[in-house]
């Protein structure tokens, strides 16, 4: 059963930076399919542009613009762009990231500083910059984070502290901007298939495999699992929660649970 129903969103205007491609242009599918007026951002000309035309396939008005959350300015103007396209926005998706494996030891400093910015100051600047552009009250923004920023893990320094600071940065943005009735949340997805993340943080059967067997869901989880929380936190049904990071992880963060439970023999009363 599907809670949402089809233009639910229609009439609402969705930004999503990092849009080009994986789980946020899979967040950027589902609202196109709900109605709503999408304009995505990345790097890449080609791609964003690449990226528009599948979300327009599913009859929602889209444009793609080129813009790295790095550069507060490019951030700006692709946001004056699309509020003047369709009015106050109503939804922002910050999820653009960039991540590799690496020991601490293997990073040089520049390598350390080049994922905190994509990452920390990217969702920074994504967030101020569309403030002015909001529907206030009434807008929800959305960070993508990821377990890492709870639970480090070894070669993901990098990652593990932008993420960590995006996750304090969506409580502090939530608790300023909740007066002017901005909801701020994060999404804190689990390992999800066929995405670009973890093709380079499992790249092959064997550890793909392990991680499988260590989440009390024993799967990967789907681009559709973290569009379908985007959609309810952005809803009127969500319209009191604000300051939370949603954990759509298969339970990952509880731990290792490859020990099979139910086969453990039970004490006899
Ligand atoms: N191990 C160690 N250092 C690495 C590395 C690796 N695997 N990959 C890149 N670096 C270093 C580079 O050597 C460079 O440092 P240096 O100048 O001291 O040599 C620094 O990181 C920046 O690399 P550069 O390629 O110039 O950065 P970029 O801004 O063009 O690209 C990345 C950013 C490196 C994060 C790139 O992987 C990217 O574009 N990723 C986007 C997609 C992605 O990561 N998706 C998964 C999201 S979870
Ligand atoms: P992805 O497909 O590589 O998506 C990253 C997106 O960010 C791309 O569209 C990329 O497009 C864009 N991007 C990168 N650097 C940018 C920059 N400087 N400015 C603007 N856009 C930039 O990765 P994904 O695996 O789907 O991950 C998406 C999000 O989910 C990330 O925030 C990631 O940390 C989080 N996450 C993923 C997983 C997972 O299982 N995959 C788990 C936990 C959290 P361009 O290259 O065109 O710029």
Redesign the pocket.
């Known amino acids: 059963m599907d809670m949402f129903c089809a233009g639910a969103f229609k009439g609402r205007t969705v930004f999503v930076a990092g849009g080009s491609s994986g789980i946020n242009l899979g967040i950027a599918h589902r609202f196109g399919e709900m109605g709503a007026n999408v304009a995505l951002i990345s790097r890449s000309e080609e791609r964003v542009a690449a990226a528009a035309e599948e979300v327009k396939a599913t009859g929602a008005d889209c444009i793609g613009l080129a813009a790295d959350v790095r550069d507060f300015d490019a951030v700006s103007r692709a946001f004056a762009k699309t509020s003047e396209r369709w009015g106050p926005i109503d939804v922002v998706i910050s999820g653009a990231?960039?991540?590799?494996?690496?020991p601490a030891v293997?990073?040089?400093?520049?390598?350390f500083r080049?994922?905190v910015e994509?990452d920390l100051l990217g969702t920074f600047n994504v967030m101020r910059a569309s403030f002015d552009h909001l529907r206030k009250p009434g807008a929800s923004l959305i960070s993508i984070t990821a377990g890492q920023a709870k639970r480090p893990i070894m070669f993901q320094a990098h990652?593990s502290a932008a993420k960590a600071g995006i996750n304090n940065l969506t409580e502090t943005l939530a608790m300023e901007w909740g007066p002017a009735g901005i909801r701020v949340n994060a999404i804190s997805p689990g390992p999800i298939g066929d995405t670009?993340?973890m093709a380079?943080l499992a790249p092959t059967d064997e550890a793909t495999n392990a991680i499988k067997r260590r989440l009390p869901l024993r799967d990967y989880g789907a681009k559709r699992d973290i569009a379908d929380a985007a959609l309810f936190l952005s809803s009127d049904n969500a319209r009191y929660i604000t300051g939370v990071v949603l954990e759509v992880d298969g339970g990952l963060l509880l731990g290792d649970s490859s020990a099979d439970a139910l086969t453990v023999p039970q004490r006899r009363s």
């Not at 990231?97 to 690496?102: E, I, K, P, T, V």
């Not at 293997?106 to 390598?111: D, E, F, Q, T, V």
């Open positions: 990231a960039g991540n590799f494996l690496s293997g990073l040089s400093a520049n390598a080049t994922v994509i990652a670009e993340g380079r």
